[in-house]
């Protein structure tokens, strides 16, 4: 048996409100635990007085650790030690373990974020990061997390930053949450900025060399493409790297699908190309990426419509 | 490299239900390479002599049928870089492909050779869902309302009548309305917009007028004002985080209650200057859509399938597809992305670029193709056939319940949004351009322009009993909880706007 309130001296002003169920039997209902039921009941009780204190955080704790997706339990913490002005730092660091325990867990996040927030400094923050993204290293709130750092302490000009998105691609080229944090970075976070010619140099470099190691990759054709779009230049500006991976000439020696898609959009581009925008999206119908033969046939269909038009 | 697929031992059906095949009929080229490869050879050395003459018998014609599909539909080019995430694929292919090939769990076939929905197993899945649950489900509390919607959407899919729960619905969720407006996960717990979204949504399943009046629509207004955010978002709770989803529970419970679209002058976005819910949001959304064309949780995060639809969603509720999307999206980049996300060769789809397949963005991806097809005007975008392969062959759970990926099990999450999707493979809407059954004409009309068309005429692997129910493509619950609720609250002249008492 766990902790329990009723006998306990500390609480003995406190009235709990037990769950009230009335009349019929509600659905999807829990038969909760006697430990996690009163818990819950003491909590409804602080929560109607609005009580913040040392008791509340103990009793908040007491239920994350039996139900850590309780966002209500969470907001009140939250709010208590927000209340009473309790070390933040304390509570990061009784933080870190729960973290690790639950990976997959919303609330858990946002009250980092929270606490953070309070301090004002992302001091340790990149290496608990590290330490979460060695167990799951495309968990959606932990990236997120991070470019909320990005924002909330101006890292966008941070080479250790850059440094260590770089490091993640290197560790899988594939992992596309790398990509997104590295363009949100570079170029995404900037408010549409236009990047310089050297990191616009750079970055092209950078995301085709990646391309190199594993050609059927998209995360860094995405970015290549991205990258174009962003600095509005013609998409012919990829043409020649596209043509290392695939040329409609020699229709046998294909080694990357993205590659004959994105020479599908140059030639569209292309004046007097057309067709060869139509082989290159006939091609990965027909073989290299048939699954998607009905959007490849509707990209067909476009460029015949632009053709009437013109 | 890819891990060359194979049949092994692991996987045999009985012989009973599957006879051998015949010298008169051709093993096929993949067959031969199975049985002449070393591999298989080694796996099958421990076995005797009766389970390679059964594993042998696996292959029907249904089955030959399948791995000449599966071939057909392969990307034809592997990396032989090895990562992490390629690790992780072929673990999972090959985990999947027994079911796409064959059949191991032994389900009854349709005309096509897949595995006939489950609907009686499924039915029952999901009665069991709504019932009580041990203590050690704790961890649910705060998802009980999710738990009643998952499943009464699930089974309405199913063509299951759910009149018999209206009463325990209406009761379950008056225990959870917060006295400040809103919806909870439990009894006592803080107002959430997940929630709130899932309550009423199971509410307008229940229909009828306790159920609707069950509704405190006025602090609903309330607790919606407080959640808008200076930016044009919504927060999912106070204090609570801001992404996505919450613009679209908002603006789903604020369409089908039909709540005046000005902000309650408590509203803290009113001190910047916002009067109205969809103030700044448009651009909110915009900013949503990443780099390669997806949409994120929230500006400058990756693009992810389940944010994607509650984004279309969003705007599609916000005006017609058409003019919202495009107004507010780089559509181009968008059905590229979505385009993307359906994983070759196992025909459902991922949830990111590069991440695995999983039954539940059956929906989250493709409940996005009728929106994005009625903003683009044109139809059949997607495969819809390689989808209902996935869900029917892979996706269900021999006991009942449908499932992310073989190996995992079965929830009323995953058995509802499979079925949405499996219903998105099989039914067509339009975007009407007149308005239906006299609703709407005000606030937050668009989502009452949407028709259902009939089945899709197309290329198909469903049987006629492997049809689910249409679902509405933006509120993804029966277009009659739709339109039956609407009309109760459009025909609503009694509702006090607040606004006046300030004026």
Not at chain 1, 95 to 113: C, E, F, V
Not at chain 1, 163 to 173: K, L, P, Q
Not at chain 1, 283 to 308: C, F, V
Not at chain 2, 204 to 225: P, Q
Request: charged content about 25%.
């Amino acid at each position: 048996m766990g902790k329990t309130y009723h006998d306990d001296p500390e609480w003995a002003d406190i009235e709990p409100i037990p769950q009230d169920d009335g009349g019929l039997h509600p659905l999807a209902a829990i038969a909760y635990t006697e430990e996690y039921s009163e818990a819950m009941g003491y909590l409804r009780a602080v929560m109607a007085k609005n009580e913040f204190s040392q008791r509340v955080l103990g009793l908040t704790e007491h239920i994350i650790s039996m139900n850590p997706a309780h966002y209500t339990v969470w907001l009140y913490r939250a709010k208590t030690l927000s209340e009473i002005k309790a070390s933040l730092r304390d509570e990061i660091a009784w933080l870190n373990p729960t973290a690790l325990k639950h990976l997959k867990n919303y609330q858990i996040w946002h009250h980092r974020q929270t606490m953070i927030d309070g301090i004002g400094s992302p001091e340790g923050e990149p290496e608990f990061i590290s330490t979460m993204l060695e167990q799951d290293s495309k968990n959606y709130h932990v990236w997120s997390y991070r470019q909320w750092l990005v924002k909330r302490f101006d890292l966008f000009n941070d080479e250790e930053e850059r440094r260590w998105t770089e490091g993640m691609i290197d560790a899988d080229v594939r992992n596309n949450s790398a990509w997104n944090h590295r363009w949100f970075l570079v170029v995404g976070g900037r408010n549409g900025q236009a990047l310089t010619e050297d990191k616009l140099k750079r970055e092209l470099e950078f995301a085709k060399r990646e391309v190199r190691r594993a050609p059927q990759n998209q995360s860094p054709w995405n970015y290549l493409k991205g990258i174009v779009r962003h600095q509005k230049l013609p998409t012919s500006v990829l043409k020649d790297f596209a043509l290392e991976f695939a040329d409609i000439r020699r229709p046998d020696d294909i080694y990357s699908s993205h590659a004959l898609d994105l020479l599908a959009d140059i030639y569209a581009e292309e004046e007097g190309s057309k067709e060869d925008a139509k082989k290159a999206l006939d091609l990965l119908a027909s073989k290299y990426d048939p699954i998607r033969a009905y959007y490849w046939n509707y990209r067909k269909n476009l460029l015949d419509q632009t053709e009437t038009v013109a | 490299m890819a891990a060359s697929p194979r049949r092994t031992s692991r996987s045999p059906s009985p012989l009973s239900s599957s006879p051998p095949t015949t010298a008169e009929q051709p093993p096929s080229a993949r067959l031969e390479e199975i049985l002449n490869s070393e591999n298989c050879i080694e796996e099958l050395s421990s076995a005797s002599e009766d389970d390679l003459y059964e594993d042998m018998g696996t292959a029907t014609l249904e089955e030959q049928a399948n791995i000449t599909y599966l071939e057909k539909v392969r990307i034809p080019i592997h990396d032989s870089l090895t990562t992490e995430t390629s690790e992780a694929q072929n673990e999972t292919l090959e985990i999947i492909l027994p079911y796409l090939e064959g059949n191991p769990n032994d389900l009854p076939l349709n005309i096509f050779g897949i595995p006939e929905l489950q609907r009686k197993k499924h039915i029952a899945f999901l009665q069991q869902a709504l019932g009580d649950y041990p203590g050690a489900f704790a961890l649910l509390d705060a998802s009980r309302p999710w738990l009643v919607y998952w499943s009464l959407q699930g089974l309405s899919a199913m063509g299951y009548d759910i009149s018999e729960y209206q009463d325990r619905v209406i009761h379950t969720f008056s225990l959870v309305q917060h006295p400040s407006g809103g919806y909870g996960g439990g009894f006592g717990q803080l107002p959430h917009l997940a929630a709130t979204y899932a309550a009423v949504l199971s509410i307008i399943m229940a229909g009828g007028t306790a159920a609707y009046e069950s509704i405190d629509r006025e602090k609903m207004w309330h607790f919606l004002g407080e959640m808008k955010q200076p930016s044009g978002g919504f927060t999912m709770a106070a204090q609570g985080e801001e992404d996505i989803r919450g613009a679209y529970c908002a603006l789903t419970v604020l369409s089908l209650l039909h709540i005046p679209l000005e902000l309650p002058p408590s509203a803290p976005a009113r001190a910047h200057g916002l009067t109205t819910f969809t103030d700044n949001l448009g651009p909110w959304i915009s900013a949503c859509q990443s780099f390669d064309g997806g949409m994120s949780a929230a500006p400058g995060n990756e693009a992810h399938g389940a944010y994607a639809f509650c984004a279309l969603g969003c705007l599609s509720i916000m005006g017609p597809p058409k003019q919202t999307l495009n107004a507010h999206l780089d559509m181009s980049a968008l059905i590229h992305w979505l385009s993307a996300r359906q994983c070759s060769p196992e025909g459902g789809y991922n949830g990111r670029t590069n991440k695995l397949v999983d039954g539940c963005y059956s929906h989250w991806v493709g409940g996005c193709w009728p929106i994005v097809e009625a903003a683009a005007s044109t139809p059949n975008l997607w495969n819809r056939a390689a989808l209902t392969r996935y869900i029917l062959s892979a996706a269900q759970f021999k006991k009942g319940g449908l499932i992310d990926k073989p190996g995992k099990r079965a929830d009323a999450y995953h058995t509802c949004y499979n079925l949405a999707g499996l219903s998105a493979t099989q039914h067509t809407y339009t975007y009407e351009e007149t308005m239906l059954e006299e609703l709407g004409g005000s606030e937050l009309d668009a989502p009452y322009y949407w028709k259902v068309h009939g089945l899709h005429g197309g290329e198909r692997v469903w049987g006629d009993g492997d049809v689910v129910d249409e679902v509405h493509p933006i509120f993804v619950v029966p277009f009659r909880a739709v339109h039956d609720c609407r009309r109760y609250f459009e025909d609503m002249k009694s509702f006090d706007r607040g606004i006046a008492r300030t004026d």
